[in-house]
């Protein structure tokens, strides 16, 4: 029952968020906000079925953000009470 809830959940979270986005884009570009969402959706299924997984490692490094955060000094030395 609980992985059913989710499912259903997570597929209308996908659907609000491309309504979203193609009423976005309407907002930039006039025209039907159906056919952005139809071709957000299009465009987000080739993607996840064409990109490997190595090259979308590429975009997004969890480990990086750390390595950078870390090596920076800090911004005052100054000791607060």
Request: proline residues 7%; hydrophobic residues 50%; glycine residues 6%.
């Amino acid at each position: 029952l609980a992985v059913a809830l989710l499912l259903i959940a997570n597929t209308i979270n996908i659907a609000v968020d491309l309504a979203a986005m193609g009423a976005a884009t309407r907002l930039v570009i006039t025209g039907p906000p159906e056919l952005y969402v139809i071709a957000y959706g299009m465009a987000s299924l080739l993607l996840q079925g064409f990109v490997p997984y190595e090259r979308s490692r590429l975009f997004s490094d969890p480990g990086q953000t750390f390595e950078v955060a870390s090596s920076q000094r800090p911004l005052s030395t100054h000791n607060s009470p």
